[in-house]
């Protein structure tokens, strides 16, 4: 029997993660003990507390950090190797806490719908109740919402940060359980939001099955739950190499589900067309973030020695999500699940990124690594989409919001700005330059073929020109088609999402013209430690 | 001016003018945006007459770290040819703007203010095109010149506009994705051989092995066929002048379509000389489809304003034709022809849209003919910028289209064959575009051009009487960029000077 040693916790280092944490808690005492009229005030203060105090935390520890190996890599590991807090650990959580600041902005955001949220006044009451209608006229609102936040963001933390599998299981589930119960909480269609948030729950449940048995075959080869161990183990290929290879396997089934890869991107657009549009806002871009993180970390530090294997893997996922993700979205009529489709896209080029990885000795000096590439994408990507999706959330007609395509038609007469903000979104998505979306598409491109994927960047050029024929088909209907009947209306939002929408087009078009600082910002995070 | 950053101020000068009168009323706009123009044009002649000089290589450069962990640079420099592209975007744009002076407040436009801004924005991104010395700032403004020709195409025009600015995004968006892919090769070359760095000067040092060298070609090549455009990637064009205004279509295929050209010249030969060599048999073929490919189509045309579109397709033909086979003559008269090209086509452009106006219809049958004796003045303009596009001796595109039909001749018999038939093909589509427009017993009630619209094409005129004349300003500009080309394509060319026929004798077999 071993001794039970007590660990020790690295307050200082762990202080971000620990402060969306214990805010998720008080949000739930507040949830229990304020008075109803106090909760919106106090429960947006407090996330907004939170998130803030971790990101300023992330910006001392960075400061601070350890650096081994010339800037190669920095950070400790923490919890006894079970967190590792590195330059990259550090760049997404401070990636995913500013996304979830202007997530919270949007979930607060009141004005659009008669001075109520987006989330539904008594989840419970089931739909076309005399008992909704109720909850309707007394102008209910789920507060609950802000600590189911703050627990998925505190997932989204720890995901990428998990330095051996179990914690990562953790992470994956403390991120996914509040998504899923906020998906099913739209305010108007609420069948089909309920309907979304069941098919994301069953087939979430299904993935994370698939991830726990890649976790207790790699288990089972390398004797260890610790990347380090594994990895180490994958280095003396002394085992069993069937149990590793399914082991590989079955975790790529679980993440690749998470990121929404095809085969595995069904759930994608029914949720993103399901979900309240804040949460599919700040889904959308956080869960992405923290999936990649995490992936990054499992491939590149766990199995890293084992590349040849699963590379090819890698390769023919990122050419089929990039084909389905921009096929299909070509054919859609909604814009929700047409920013859903593009995000499968989007999925499919970030892979192209993490395929591109090389010996760090095959590398010129100054050139562009994989990580470097990847985590750039994930800035540009996670901004834009926010924005994306909160412009979404203003155009509205007398049943909420308007999301078919072809009550766009007219929208830049109607409101030149909302339109205009949404084309240049749409331009960053196709990977226009001077927007972010080039640098970032560059950047991936870049990378992989500097590892000779090239067939890969070849279908990577030509989803992007499919992709770029359904933006500018959004692009079309809003500029020069004829409005149907009264065409679209455009809510005045309160200042919680014009500032969202802002920080959005400001972010891509700073990191379209000036990516410099964000790219050297990703080479300073340098390496994951093990 | 040596401290001066000419070239940037060049650049900002419309694309300031394209913010400010994107916030002025709609009659105070076109004023603005005129002034700045011929501010722009000003500034470039005068940029040119005083700090350029005719010794070739690039000049008036500037260079600026970028973004650094990518090795991009905000470079700039002009050569001849970029000299010369500069100068003509600079002159088509006041014309152009005074051309379209009510076009746009026309019901079912987008209104002035729009138009000029969108000019002026496409000017802007234009000069930075022929000005980028870095291979990813030449990218970016290649793309972003798409956007302000986006909504000129689909804001203006006729019916069903829309769906031909859609169409020409998507082709140009294709090929310039392809591009990219180009693009991060030469960025994974140049780091594999050092330091990662998109500057042409570094870029062209490189040796990079035949077989990178050709899929790097191929992803440029693509985009310069469908921007210039060359058979079979010319679709999109024809589409996009019958629908958008004349205006727009001056700016598109006399400024905006020499961008493909240009690049072949800059990037294809200047960076990929091998490969440019080992394409030559498939490019020559392909421009001597277009050449006579374009000229018969443009004679089954109806739509005055899709044949005009047309023709350029046969001439984009010749001036590929005349980079590719890889002499003095041809490079020469290749870059030559852009510019008359840009004039002639622009002059038929703009007075054929004045008749579009006159008549209501674009359509050759249903104008019936009979404009002469109403209007002689437009019917006589006509006829001389139709002439000049089919290379009449005297007019400025004969001098070129002769240096590329020699420059044929002496690449091979066949190819000097093809592309003599063209000219024969130009006199049957622009006479008898002629002949069914003008002409004709009946007498039509038509007013004749007004001051403002003959003051557009006055200097169009001037100028393709000068030059057919008197070319040597011209080539004195072009020659020595010619030689620097050819230099680094290594073809050891006779004649050193253009037009020392005796020269030409004995180059046979002298390259393949």
């Given at each position: 029997m071993n001794e039970f040693i007590k660990p020790t916790v690295e307050y200082f280092e762990l202080w971000p993660?620990?402060?969306?944490?214990?805010?998720?808690?008080?949000?739930?005492?507040?949830?229990?003990?304020?008075?109803?009229?106090?909760?919106?005030?106090?429960?947006?203060?407090?996330?907004?507390?939170?998130?803030?105090?971790?990101?300023?935390?992330?910006?001392?520890?960075?400061?601070?950090?350890?650096?081994?190996?010339?800037?190669?890599?920095?950070?400790?590991?923490?919890?006894?190797g079970t967190i590792a807090v590195d330059g990259p650990t550090l760049f997404i959580w401070g990636l995913v806490l500013v996304l979830a600041i202007a997530g919270t902005m949007l979930f607060a955001e009141r004005h659009l719908d008669g001075g109520v949220s987006a989330f539904a006044g008594q989840a419970a009451a089931l739909p076309g109740t005399e008992a909704e209608r109720e909850a309707s006229t007394r102008g209910l609102d789920h507060t609950e919402v802000y600590p189911l936040l703050m627990f998925a963001v505190f997932g989204m933390m720890l995901f990428p940060a998990a330095n051996d599998l179990l914690t990562m299981f953790v992470?994956?589930?403390?991120?996914?359980?509040?998504?899923?119960?906020?998906?099913?909480?739209?305010?108007?269609?609420?069948?089909?939001?309920?309907?979304?948030?069941?098919?994301?729950?069953?087939?979430?449940?299904?993935?994370?099955?698939?991830?726990?048995?890649?976790?207790?075959?790699?288990?089972?080869?390398?004797?260890?739950?610790?990347?380090?161990?594994?990895?180490?183990?994958?280095?003396?290929?002394?085992?069993?190499?069937?149990?590793?290879?399914?082991?590989?396997?079955?975790?790529?089934?679980?993440?690749?589900?998470?990121?929404?890869?095809?085969?595995?991107?069904?759930?994608?657009?029914?949720?993103?067309?399901?979900?309240?549009?804040?949460?599919?806002?700040?889904?959308?871009?956080?869960?992405?973030?923290?999936?990649?993180?995490?992936?990054?970390?499992?491939?590149?530090?766990?199995?890293?020695?084992?590349?040849?294997?699963?590379?090819?893997?890698?390769?023919?996922?990122?050419?089929?999500?990039?084909?389905?993700?921009?096929v299909l979205a070509v054919t859609q009529t909604d814009i929700k699940r047409l920013l859903a489709y593009s995000s499968v896209a989007h999925t499919g080029f970030l892979l192209t990124g993490v395929l591109g990885v090389q010996q760090t000795s095959a590398l010129a000096d100054g050139e562009l690594t994989a990580l470097q590439a990847v985590l750039f994408y994930l800035a540009t990507y996670g901004?834009?989409?926010?924005?994306?999706?909160?412009?979404?959330?203003?155009v509205r007609d007398s049943g909420g919001e308007a999301t078919a395509l072809s009550r766009w038609a007219g929208l830049g007469k109607e409101s030149p700005i909302v339109a205009g903000v949404f084309a240049f979104f749409l331009l960053a998505m196709a990977g226009i330059p001077l927007t972010s979306g080039f640098v970032g598409k560059l950047a991936v491109f870049s990378v992989a073929l500097a590892a000779g994927a090239w067939p890969v960047v070849i279908a990577a050029v030509v989803a992007s020109v499919i992709a770029a024929f359904l933006y500018i088909r959004v692009i079309k209907a809003m500029y020069f088609d004829e409005p149907v009947g009264e065409g679209p209306t455009v809510a005045y939002p309160s200042v919680l999402t014009a500032t969202t929408i802002a920080l959005g087009a400001a972010v891509t078009l700073m990191l379209g013209i000036l990516p410099g600082p964000l790219l050297d910002l990703a080479a300073l995070a340098g390496e994951f430690i093990r | 001016m040596n401290d001066l950053p000419v070239l940037t101020i060049l650049i900002a000068l419309p694309l300031v003018g394209a913010l400010v009168t994107a916030f002025l009323p709609a009659a105070t706009a076109r004023l603005a945006g005129l002034g700045f123009a011929g501010a722009t044009l000003v500034w470039a002649v005068v940029a040119a007459l005083t700090s350029y000089s005719l010794d070739g290589g690039m000049q008036l450069t500037e260079t600026h770290?970028?973004?650094?962990?990518?090795?991009?640079?905000?470079?700039?420099?002009?050569?001849?040819?970029?000299?010369?592209?500069?100068?003509?975007?600079?002159?088509?744009?006041?014309?152009?703007?005074?051309?379209?002076?009510?076009?746009?407040?026309?019901?079912?436009?987008?209104?002035?203010?729009?138009?000029?801004?969108?000019?002026?924005?496409?000017?802007?991104?234009?000069?930075?095109?022929?000005?980028?010395?870095?291979?990813?700032?030449?990218?970016?403004?290649?793309e972003a010149t798409l956007i302000p020709a986006y909504f000129l195409?689909?804001?203006?025009?006729?019916?069903?506009r829309g769906r031909a600015a859609t169409k020409f995004l998507i082709y140009q968006l294709a090929g310039g994705l392809v591009m990219l892919a180009s693009v991060i090769g030469l960025y994974v070359v140049s780091a594999d051989s050092g330091r990662p760095s998109f500057l042409l000067t570094d870029l062209a040092a490189l040796d990079i092995d035949p077989v990178t060298q050709r899929w790097i070609?191929?992803?440029?090549?693509?985009?310069?066929?469908?921007?210039?455009?060359?058979?079979?990637?010319?679709?999109?064009?024809?589409?996009?002048?019958?629908?958008?205004?004349?205006?727009?279509?001056?700016?598109?295929?006399?400024?905006?379509?020499?961008?493909?050209?240009?690049?072949?010249?800059?990037?294809?030969?200047?960076?990929?000389?091998?490969?440019?060599?080992?394409?030559?048999?498939?490019?020559?073929?392909?421009?001597?489809?277009?050449?006579?490919?374009?000229?018969?189509?443009?004679?089954?045309?109806?739509?005055?304003?899709?044949?005009?579109?047309?023709?350029?397709?046969?001439?984009?033909?010749?001036?590929?034709?005349?980079?590719?086979?890889?002499?003095?003559?041809?490079?020469?008269?290749?870059?030559?022809?852009?510019?008359?090209?840009?004039?002639?086509?622009?002059?038929?452009?703009?007075?054929?849209?004045?008749?579009?106006?006159?008549?209501?219809?674009?359509?050759?049958?249903?104008?019936?003919?009979?404009?002469?004796?109403?209007?002689?003045?437009?019917?006589?303009?006509?006829?001389?910028?139709?002439?000049?596009?089919?290379?009449?001796?005297?007019?400025?595109?004969?001098?070129?289209?002769?240096?590329?039909?020699?420059?044929?001749?002496?690449?091979?018999?066949?190819?000097?064959?093809?592309?003599?038939?063209?000219?024969?093909?130009?006199?049957?589509?622009?006479?008898?575009?002629?002949?069914?427009?003008?002409?004709?017993?009946?007498?039509?009630?038509?007013?004749?051009?007004?001051?403002?619209?003959?003051?557009?094409?006055?200097?169009?005129?001037?100028?393709?009487?000068?030059?057919?004349?008197?070319?040597?300003?011209?080539?004195?500009?072009?020659?020595?960029?010619?030689?620097?080309?050819?230099?680094?394509?290594?073809?050891?060319?006779?004649?050193?000077?253009?037009?020392?026929a005796d020269g030409a004798a004995s180059s046979q077999g002298g390259h393949e």
């Open positions: 993660l620990l402060v969306v944490f214990g805010v998720a808690c008080l949000g739930v005492v507040v949830e229990a003990f304020a008075p109803r009229s106090a909760r919106y005030v106090a429960q947006v203060l407090l996330a907004l507390g939170g998130l803030g105090a971790a990101l300023v935390g992330v910006v001392l520890i960075a400061r601070d950090s350890e650096v081994y190996a010339d800037g190669a890599a920095r950070g400790v590991l923490a919890m006894s992470g994956l589930e403390v991120l996914s359980l509040p998504l899923y119960l906020l998906t099913g909480l739209a305010r108007r269609r609420r069948l089909l939001s309920q309907e979304a948030a069941l098919k994301y729950f069953l087939l979430g449940a299904f993935s994370s099955g698939f991830f726990l048995y890649g976790v207790a075959l790699v288990y089972g080869y390398a004797g260890s739950m610790q990347f380090a161990a594994i990895n180490e183990a994958v280095r003396n290929d002394t085992a069993n190499q069937s149990l590793l290879l399914i082991g590989i396997g079955m975790l790529s089934v679980g993440l690749f589900f998470k990121v929404g890869a095809a085969p595995f991107q069904a759930w994608t657009p029914d949720v993103y067309q399901g979900a309240p549009t804040p949460v599919t806002a700040f889904m959308a871009a956080g869960t992405k973030v923290a999936a990649f993180g995490a992936m990054l970390r499992l491939f590149y530090v766990a199995f890293g020695a084992d590349r040849w294997s699963w590379q090819p893997m890698m390769w023919v996922i990122a050419i089929l999500t990039m084909l389905v993700g921009a901004f834009a989409t926010l924005g994306a999706f909160a412009v979404v959330s203003l | 770290t970028w973004i650094e962990a990518l090795g991009v640079h905000y470079a700039l420099g002009v050569d001849g040819l970029g000299l010369l592209m500069v100068l003509l975007t600079t002159v088509l744009v006041p014309i152009v703007l005074v051309a379209s002076w009510h076009e746009a407040d026309a019901p079912g436009n987008g209104g002035s203010r729009a138009f000029v801004a969108w000019v002026l924005a496409l000017e802007a991104m234009s000069l930075a095109v022929f000005t980028a010395t870095d291979v990813f700032l030449f990218y970016v403004v290649f195409i689909g804001g203006f025009g006729r019916e069903g070609f191929l992803g440029f090549f693509i985009a310069f066929a469908i921007k210039a455009p060359m058979f079979p990637v010319h679709t999109w064009l024809a589409d996009t002048t019958e629908r958008a205004t004349t205006g727009t279509s001056v700016l598109l295929v006399c400024v905006l379509d020499k961008i493909g050209t240009f690049g072949m010249l800059r990037f294809c030969l200047g960076l990929l000389p091998d490969a440019s060599q080992w394409a030559t048999p498939v490019v020559v073929v392909l421009a001597l489809i277009s050449i006579v490919y374009g000229a018969l189509v443009a004679i089954g045309q109806d739509d005055v304003l899709r044949l005009i579109g047309l023709t350029s397709l046969s001439h984009f033909g010749f001036i590929v034709l005349g980079i590719f086979v890889f002499s003095s003559q041809g490079g020469s008269g290749a870059i030559l022809y852009m510019v008359n090209h840009g004039i002639a086509t622009a002059a038929l452009f703009l007075v054929a849209g004045y008749l579009v106006q006159r008549r209501g219809t674009a359509s050759i049958r249903a104008m019936g003919g009979g404009i002469e004796k109403g209007a002689p003045v437009l019917a006589g303009i006509f006829l001389i910028s139709g002439l000049a596009a089919c290379g009449l001796p005297g007019l400025s595109p004969f001098v070129s289209e002769m240096l590329v039909i020699i420059a044929a001749f002496q690449h091979a018999w066949w190819a000097g064959a093809v592309a003599v038939t063209a000219i024969v093909l130009a006199a049957i589509y622009v006479l008898w575009l002629y002949q069914r427009t003008m002409t004709g017993p009946e007498q039509v009630e038509v007013k004749d051009l007004d001051r403002r619209e003959v003051g557009t094409l006055a200097p169009l005129m001037l100028a393709l009487v000068l030059f057919g004349f008197f070319p040597m300003p011209l080539l004195d500009v072009i020659n020595p960029n010619v030689e620097d080309t050819l230099t680094q394509v290594g073809v050891t060319d006779e004649p050193p000077t253009v037009g020392s």
